[in-house]
């Protein structure tokens, strides 16, 4: 599943070549999405809402995507050829001389105005941690409110908590926190789960900052440290900071894997 900077960053994208643009012609396919009722509306806006991105229509529609693991949006100019093939595309937006294609996204949805606040995927969101201003007085109150014995590493991943951050940012964030990922979110007192959070918040926003194709992806390292994650995907080989065999175990309901140094991050109160 993509990190809520991916999305961030394809929805500026999107927004950039199609906000203010009619479109000329929409189609769907292997879909059931009436897509050609947005033939005529303007494209106001292109948002990302945590790992789902929405395009607001002039007519009060909403286009819903969620890219999950195999979804992605490309813009090219008109009558040039795709990077991917045709019968891949679930949606295809018309502008004028360019044209927007969805690719394999699992979710596409076409909301009807107001259908949006009642969606049981994006309704319940917690904030976004790259949107501003952000609540993290919210984030509080939706923490506190899990089961005391709840581990850290869960309500990180949890959007109904706060939304955005996905598996690399909970691994990353908890080494840079010296957090055991089960550590009980009641053992972290207020101060510490802020920081937790603005760490994630921190590290999304300084990749978010990078050019799409700048380097070799995402970087995680402080100044001077080895580029890439520092735990994240590197079972058994040894930590940056320490050498210890990098640790890795299923986490969560549904569970997933989670990456962490058994030294660095001994916290498991």
């Given at each position: 599943?993509?990190e809520?900077?991916?999305?961030?960053?394809?929805?500026?994208?999107l927004?950039?070549?199609?906000?203010?643009?009619t479109?000329?012609?929409?189609?769907?396919?292997r879909?059931?999405?009436?897509?050609?009722?947005l033939?005529?509306?303007?494209v106001?806006?292109?948002?990302a809402?945590?790992?789902h991105?929405?395009?607001?229509?002039?007519?009060?529609?909403v286009l819903?995507?969620?890219m999950?693991?195999?979804?992605?949006?490309?813009v090219?100019?008109?009558?040039?050829?795709?990077?991917?093939?045709?019968?891949?595309?679930?949606?295809?937006?018309?502008?004028?001389d360019?044209?927007?294609?969805?690719?394999?996204?699992?979710?596409?949805?076409?909301?009807?105005?107001?259908e949006?606040?009642?969606h049981?995927s994006?309704?319940g969101?917690?904030?976004?941690?790259?949107?501003d201003?952000?609540?993290?007085?919210?984030?509080?109150?939706?923490?506190?409110?899990q089961?005391?014995e709840?581990?850290?590493?869960?309500?990180?991943?949890?959007q109904?908590?706060?939304?955005?951050?996905?598996?690399?940012?909970?691994?990353e964030?908890?080494?840079?926190?010296?957090l055991?990922?089960?550590t009980?979110?009641?053992?972290?007192?207020?101060?510490?789960?802020?920081?937790?959070v603005?760490?994630?918040?921190?590290?999304?926003?300084?990749?978010?900052?990078?050019?799409?194709n700048?380097?070799?992806?995402?970087?995680?390292?402080?100044?001077?440290?080895?580029a890439?994650?520092?735990?994240y995907?590197?079972?058994?080989?040894?930590c940056y900071?320490?050498?210890?065999?990098?640790?890795?175990?299923?986490?969560?309901?549904?569970?997933?894997d989670?990456?962490?140094?058994?030294?660095?991050q001994?916290?498991?109160?």
């Open positions: 599943m993509p809520g900077d991916t999305i961030f960053r394809a929805a500026r994208s927004g950039r070549w199609l906000e203010g643009r479109i000329t012609a929409a189609r769907s396919q879909l059931k999405v009436p897509a050609e009722r033939v005529g509306q303007t106001e806006k292109v948002e809402r945590a790992k991105l929405l395009i607001r229509f002039s007519g009060g529609d819903h995507t969620h999950r693991m195999t979804g992605s949006w490309h090219y100019p008109a009558g040039e050829r795709w990077r991917k093939p045709a019968w891949q595309a679930r949606v295809v937006l018309e502008a004028g360019h044209v927007a294609v969805c690719f394999d996204a699992p979710v596409v949805e076409l909301l009807a105005e107001g949006e606040h009642r049981p994006i309704a969101l917690g904030p976004d941690v790259l949107v201003p952000f609540d993290m007085g919210e984030v509080l109150r939706r923490a506190r409110r089961p005391p709840r581990a850290a590493g869960e309500v990180l991943l949890d109904r908590v706060v939304s955005g951050i996905g598996n690399i940012y909970r691994c964030s908890l080494f840079a926190a010296r055991h990922p089960e009980p979110v009641a053992a972290l007192d207020d101060d510490a789960l802020v920081a937790l603005e760490q994630a918040s921190a590290l999304m926003r300084a990749n978010l900052a990078r050019a799409p700048a380097g070799a992806g995402r970087t995680f390292a402080p100044p001077g440290g080895p890439g994650p520092w735990v995907g590197r079972t058994e080989r040894p900071r320490c050498r210890t065999p990098i640790r890795t175990a299923r986490l969560g309901d549904p569970p997933r989670v990456w962490w140094c058994p030294t660095c001994l916290s498991r109160k």
